[in-house]
């Protein structure tokens, strides 16, 4: 029986492939950098990539290490924890019909420190504010936070109220201090994220 010419010809190839990976895998485990003049500049970028990759891996490792802001703070069912301090999220009801999840701050003994926080961003806020010890921007994010509370809760008030009305113009006065509610509690809403 003849062997096909061009499938003596695969099957060499593939042993001389298998023989040129054997050789590269032992010239790498000597030291040596094996990559062909063709792919040697694309070996270079991923070389220069992984480099960089590897430094700022390193350096938030460091700063993660030294600074407790930067940890990354770990949630576990409703609540979310980061240095000594806790969030806990919870439902609680605006209105009859309307849920919503507030924030409670506690230290690592339970006792609460802030309660009925309305918004996550201030609740997380306040936590890296009480990390770094600057009581001054917590008490604001707070006054701020309760102001937004205030005004969504009568924003849902006034949806909930517009939805039992049947006179036409009640309805509308209604569904209009529901929109002012929101376009302040909105306001106050930039106000904390600016001071994040």
């Known amino acids: 029986m003849s062997i096909d010419p061009e499938m003596l010809k695969i099957l060499q190839n593939l042993e001389n492939a298998q023989q040129i990976h054997e050789d590269k895998k032992q010239a790498r485990v000597e030291g040596k950098e094996v990559v062909s003049e063709s792919s040697q500049e694309m070996y270079n970028i991923l ?9 700022a891996s390193e350096r938030v490792l ?57 918004l996550f ?40 109220r517009s939805n039992t009305l049947t006179e036409s113009i009640k309805k509308d006065v209604a569904i209009a201090k529901q929109g002012s509610a929101m376009d302040k509690a909105s306001y106050i809403k930039k106000q904390i994220k600016a001071l994040i």
Do not use: F, W
Request: charged share 30%.
């Open 47 to 55: 070389k220069r990539l992984e480099d960089a990759t590897t430094k």
């Open 62 to 118: 460091n700063e993660r290490d030294s600074n407790p802001v930067v940890a990354v703070a770990m949630k576990k069912d409703s609540t979310v924890t980061m240095g000594q301090y806790h969030v806990v999220m919870e439902k609680r009801n605006l209105t009859q019909k309307y849920v919503k999840t507030y924030y409670d701050i506690t230290d690592s003994t339970s006792n609460i420190i802030h309660k009925d926080i309305a």
């Open 121 to 160: 961003e201030t609740a997380m806020a306040v936590l890296k504010n009480l990390i770094n010890n600057r009581k001054d921007k917590v008490s604001k994010l707070i006054e701020l936070d309760c102001r937004y509370a205030n005004y969504l809760a009568e924003a849902a008030y006034h949806k909930e």
